[in-house]
């Protein structure tokens, strides 16, 4: 398992293939060093805030980017979206909403809420391995973020 002070990818992602094409994609890439995943609303808020299991964690050592599933148990990503966003520790971390919804009101509330972008995944399997995979190198390697 990752050292948790050194997460740069929260994947948010309930479905074990979606996370493990993901996995692979960004390991492809030589991006998957560094990241954590979570399989539910509530653990990921617990990881983001360093609450429950993750109590011991720094808040301050944020990912550089979450990867984040809406359909999801116990939590909605609908839900974490909107309370990362609204939290003045955490709202600059960007979130990208990597779904298979194509519901035109996930895409307005996730904007509404504040994500950085929404992408819905692809069907096709190697399509899927190349958009994780341009994902991961733009906002792992490109993207400029306050600090």
Do not use: C
């Not at 050292?3 to 390991?27: C, F, G, M, Y």
């Not at 808040?59 to 839900?79: C, H, M, Q, R």
């Amino acid at each position: 398992m990752t050292n948790l002070s050194d997460v740069e990818i929260l994947l948010v992602e309930d479905n074990p293939n979606d996370a493990e094409l993901t996995l692979r994609a960004l390991n492809k890439h030589n991006l998957a060093n560094k990241i954590h995943l979570v399989k539910d609303g509530a653990e990921a808020l617990d990881f983001i805030f360093a609450n429950g299991t993750y109590a011991g964690r720094n808040i301050g050592n944020k990912p550089k980017v979450i990867f984040l599933d809406l359909k999801l148990p116990k939590v909605d990503g609908l839900e974490v979206l909107r309370k990362v966003k609204s939290d003045e520790r955490t709202r600059f971390i960007p979130i990208v909403v990597l779904t298979s919804s194509h519901e035109e009101r996930d895409v307005v509330d996730s904007y509404k809420f504040g994500v950085n972008s929404y992408i819905v995944k692809p069907v096709d399997f190697d399509k899927f391995i190349k958009a994780v995979a341009e994902l991961g190198m733009y906002w792992m390697l490109l993207n400029k973020q306050p600090i």
